[in-house]
């Protein structure tokens, strides 16, 4: 493309789109780098809300939402491809899930992130916030030990 000619970025939200777009994004982000085909899949399954930006049929932008629709919302995976980055598409994606029509009721949204100076332009605060955090990479080896797991025999939560 010549060099005085813009790309055109649509935003959609969307989340039936080909996971291995997704990967390729996921492959620019250090934290997200390891994640597979078969990852990318199930989160966009279990994801609420997922924002996307496209330039024709290239995935340049990604955001998700979990959610409770009323009081809580956690963001992730914020990511904008290399080439696209700088021109306000990681501000754009997480202006259209601060403003998305569904999520009008939620007080708190909440994310995790290295990159604090991205998020306080788009009004995000670490002080008034605490948070706390479990990984299961950092913990030591668990022992067998009684585990809750639901039966749908007996469709209920049950020991195993
Ligand atoms: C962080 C990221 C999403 C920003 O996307 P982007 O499209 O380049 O951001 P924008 O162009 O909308 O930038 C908006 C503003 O944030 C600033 N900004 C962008 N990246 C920043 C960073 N890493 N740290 C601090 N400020 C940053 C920009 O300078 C810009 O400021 P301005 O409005 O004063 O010009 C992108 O750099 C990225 O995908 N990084 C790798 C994945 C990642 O770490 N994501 C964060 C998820 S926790």
């Not at 990159?115 to 306080?120: S, V």
Request: charged share 25%; hydrophobic share 40%.
């Amino acid at each position: 493309m010549p060099p005085t000619l813009k790309p055109v970025i649509i935003f959609a939200e969307k989340k039936d789109l080909d996971p291995a777009k997704l990967v390729r994004l996921y492959q620019q982000a250090p934290w997200a780098k390891g994640r597979t085909l078969h990852d990318a899949r199930e989160i966009l399954r279990h994801t609420d809300i997922a924002v996307t930006a496209w330039d024709r049929d290239l995935l340049i932008g990604f955001g998700r939402v979990l959610t409770d629709y009323v009081y809580r919302a956690t963001i992730w995976d914020v990511i904008v491809d290399k080439a696209y980055q700088g021109q306000g598409v990681g501000s754009s994606i997480v202006q259209r899930i601060l403003n998305h029509p569904r999520l009008k009721k939620i007080e708190l949204f909440w994310l995790c992130t290295s990159r604090p100076g991205f998020y306080e332009k788009l009004g995000f605060s670490s002080k008034e916030q605490t948070g706390m955090v479990w990984s299961r990479t950092n913990q030591p080896r668990l022992e067998s030990s009684d585990r809750l797991i639901f039966s749908p025999y007996k469709d209920a939560w049950s020991i195993w």
